[in-house]
């Protein structure tokens, strides 16, 4: 994992808090912010993190972190 | 395979297989394929017009330990490539 990327840790948290602190941080902590990893340890916000994400011009690669988490890294789409 | 869906090799030995038109409920029944595929050491390339399925796959495929990279291709049109992660046992990748 790059040191020059911001990491949110939501990692406890339940939906929909993942995907609601997840777009907090796009949109008004870190708005513009080219890459942001966001862990998790709850399955179904790999479903809800995603969509939101991608809507906000963003790719998603997601990859199992640690046992039972995952890293959701979200990079500024050049599309 | 359901129908409308089309799957051609491409130039690294990846499937791409292209669900876009392809009805319900045999555009998710190839997707899940594509998992199990991509479960037993494939790389699958998905193309969707299915806004579902973006939300079914990645959940499906984390928990069969199979990595998901996502885009969007164009209005309402997303690319979903799906290869075997490294396989992570407590913390540690092996």
Redesign the interface.
Known sequence: MSDDIPVLDVRGEICPYPMMLTNTELDEKLPGVSALDVITDHPPALSTIPPQAMKRGYDVDIEEAGSGQWRIRLTKSAF | MTGNESVVTGDTGEIVMDLRNTPMPGHIQNATKAIERAAAGEEIILLTDQ?VV???V??E???Q?V???????GDDE?RVVLFL???????EKS
């Open positions: 806004e973006i939300k079914y990645p959940t495929a984390a928990l330990g990595r998901t990279k996502m885009s969007m291709a997303w992660g490294q396989q992570v046992r407590g913390g």
